[in-house]
Each structure stands twice: as C-alpha cells, then as structure tokens.
C-alpha cells in the first residue's frame, strides 16, 4: 500500500526533506507527494538531479518506476503569492488542503498512512484556520476525540498528557481520567502499532520528585497516582508517579518500554537530546496511521540547501512498518 506525505508548507524546509527522503526511500515503499507539483518542481530544482515529477490524478495512478517522483497534483499554489523562508498565507491555505485531501484518501483506505510535513501555524492562522498545529486538525477530520501525541526513537518513546498549552494552565489539565486516557492509548499504541506485547509504562510526575508525598504539590498523589492504579487494575503494566529527571535516563537504558510525560517540554527535552534529528512523532488514536518529523518548517534555512531529512525518513520508515502490521 502506499504512503502519502503531504508537502506541508512549501515556504520552509518542507519540499526539500521531501524530495531527499523520496529519493531515498522509493525503492524501499510505495511513496506518493501530495501537493503542488509546480511549487515542488521550483523548489526542489536543486535536488532533481535527472528526477522525473509525474503528476497524477490518484494514487492508483502511480508509478513505481526507478527516477519517477509521483505527485498528486492540488494546482492550488500561485508562485507570485509566495517567498521561500517567509510567513505566506497562501503556503498555510494549501497546506491545510493537503492534510484534507490526504486524510480523506487514507480514512477511503486509498492509501495505508500519512506522514506530514511542517506546516506553520501563523501561516494557517492568517489563512484563516484556527487550528494551533496538525494534530487538532487531524482529530477534527477523523472525528477523533481521543488521541495523543506520542514520539518516537530508537532510544525513547514519549506520550504527552498535554500538548500546546501554557505552562500555568497544565496542572488544571491534569486530571486522572486523562491521565489514565493516556496511559491506555499508548498501551495500545505500544501492542498494536510497535509490537510490544505486554508493555511496560512508566508516568512522570507533575511537579519536582513527583511532589515528595506532597511536599511540592498534591497532583501526583492525588490525581496521578489513582489515574496509574485504574490503569494497573484494567491490567496495563503502568508505574509512578516517578521523578521527572530521573524516569527518562531508565526508559533510556531499558527499564521502560514509553514514559508518559505530563507536557510538552518535559517529554521533549529529553527526547531531543538523545534524537534531535531523528526523532518522529506519531498521532496514536486516529483511525488512520499519521507520522511526522519532529521538527518545523524552519524558515531560517528554507532554500539553503542544509535541511537534514533523517527525521523525515524516519517518519515514512515507521509510517511503512506500522501499516504492514495493520
């Protein structure tokens, strides 16, 4: 089955870790771009090398042919309207368009998953979009109301309980049913999606030595804590509340199959650490597979010609294995 990948934002790096990890991973999967085949063609002239661009009007039109580059081709860019490395209204509109158009082909089982490249949220906002990133845009289109994010490497993987919020606003985010949501979420990301059969969960703390007994806040016994005991008693294999600096270094060396962080830098930090260029983020919960880099659209090297793709083809990596076990 093929994997879409839709070309985000074509006023970042977006096209060109496209077009380097296409190149690629051709042989390896089915791949089809889905996008502006124009806007691709100019801006990812450097990198063609010999490359021929098809465009097509559907996935079953793609060619799997040594040198050809299949495109789904949405002809909704205006060249004049946009500038490489800026904040472009027109980019966040079609770039909003390609999540819907490849969210619908994925949800019709036209192809086997998606993985997105960045787009920019003051570009979709000035768009007209309100949607603070794609994973909201996502459960919106699949009609989705449970999910999360989770992140993956080889050395960690990382579920958020809360994702782009303000920091004063978490601890009133946090409370056990979504905790305990979250745990099972990755529970059953974990069994179906990576085939760990009985996974081990651990779940950071919310304030410093997972509160101390109540020391430095009431959170993790109160709320945390309870959230971790319903998911040991529905039979999952979750522990903690555990101190946030340490519980990371023991997933790393193997304790752990996934920590549950409680926002968004305290999962973050650490997994950038170990896999800043490398590391993926997978939507767990949406009926379709979806995976991305982890990282923007870097706007300050758009069109230099430095953008590492490894995230990128990591992504479609993940995105390939996990449809085949579907």
């Known amino acids: ?22 190149k690629l991973l051709q042989e390896e999967h089915p791949l089809l771009i889905i996008g502006d085949a124009r806007a691709f063609k100019h801006f990812c002239a450097p990198w ?48 909003v368009e ?19 490249a960045p787009i920019n949220k003051e570009a979709i906002h000035k768009a ?24 993956y490497s080889c050395k960690l993987k990382v579920i958020l309980a809360t994702i782009h919020v303000a920091l004063r606003d978490v601890p009133e985010m946090i409370t056990a049913e979504r905790v305990l949501k979250i745990i099972q979420l990755a529970d059953k990301s974990l069994q179906q999606d990576f085939g760990i059969q009985s996974p ?35 039979g999952i294999k979750a522990a903690g509340p555990y101190p946030p600096d340490t519980v990371f270094l023991q997933a790393v060396n193997g304790k752990y199959d996934l920590v549950v962080a409680m926002y968004h830098d305290q999962g973050l930090i650490p ?25 923007g659209t870097a706007f300050d090297i758009a069109g230099k010609g430095v953008a590492n793709p490894q995230s990128m083809i990591e992504a479609i990596r993940l995105a390939a294995m996990v449809a085949k076990r579907k």
């Open 1 to 22: 089955m093929i994997i879409g990948i839709t070309l985000g934002d074509v006023c970042g790096i977006g096209p060109e870790v496209v077009i380097k990890a296409v």
């Open 48 to 95: 063609l090398d010999g490359w021929n661009i098809l465009s097509v009007d559907s996935p079953s039109s793609a060619r799997r042919e040594p040198g050809v580059l299949n495109i789904l081709d949405l002809k909704n860019i205006n060249l004049d309207h946009i500038a490489q490395g800026k904040v472009c209204p027109e980019a966040g509109r079609a770039a």
């Open 98 to 116: 390609y999540i819907k158009i490849a969210v619908g082909l994925a949800m019709d089982g036209k192809i086997a998953g998606i993985v997105t």
């Open 128 to 151: 007209g979009f309100d949607y603070p990133g794609h994973t909201q845009l996502l459960a919106e289109l699949t009609a989705t109301t449970e999910y999360a994010m989770m992140f």
């Open 200 to 234: 081990v969960i651990a779940v950071a703390g919310l304030n410093p030595h997972a509160g101390e007994d109540g020391a430095f806040g009431k959170e993790d016994m109160e709320i945390i804590k309870p959230a971790i005991d319903m998911a040991v008693c529905k």
């Open 271 to 295: 997994l950038k650490l170990l896999a800043f260029d490398s590391a993926v983020n997978i939507t767990v919960g949406l009926p379709i597979i979806r995976t991305s880099p982890d990282h």
